[in-house]
């Protein structure tokens, strides 16, 4: 059984940045496509950005393009999300997620099958 685990969460001021990380377990790490989502209060569930192990590539949301990146650590079996310049409309929670690859791209936010607990991150304007 897939297990993920979130860490490095937290609570930081607009403009600072915060990595967080996701631990694999219980599987083949790189027959996995991992991604990041979050879930703001009152809000939909949003997929961040996502990432092909093994290969590497990657698709990130464009609201935040150019800010957040996702990266893998084989390993390790651990992807992690850099977020910087954060501003007050990146609070959210933030959940790794994975899913079995299909053929050679992990380019969409569907279908992600197996959830981590979430680490929560708060900005502060």
């Known amino acids: 059984q897939v297990q993920l685990v979130e860490s490095g969460g937290g609570s930081v001021q607009a403009g600072e940045s915060l990595r967080l990380s996701c631990g694999f377990s219980?599987?083949?790490?790189?027959?996995?496509?991992l991604a990041w989502f979050r879930q703001a209060p009152g809000k939909e569930r949003e997929g961040v950005a996502v990432?092909?192990?093994?290969?590497?590539?990657?698709v990130v949301a464009d609201s935040v393009k150019g800010r957040f990146a996702i990266s893998q650590d084989q390993s390790e079996n651990t992807v992690s999300l850099q977020m910087n310049s954060l501003k007050f409309e990146d609070t959210a929670m933030y959940y790794c997620?994975?899913?079995?690859?299909?053929?050679?791209?992990?380019?969409?936010?569907?279908?992600?099958?197996?959830w981590g607990q979430g680490t929560q991150v708060t900005v502060s304007s």
């Open positions: 997620a994975a899913r079995r690859k299909r053929g050679y791209s992990c380019r969409s936010f569907t279908d992600f099958n197996y």
């Open positions: 219980g599987h083949e790490f790189l027959l996995y496509c």
């Open positions: 990432i092909y192990t093994g290969g590497g590539s990657t």
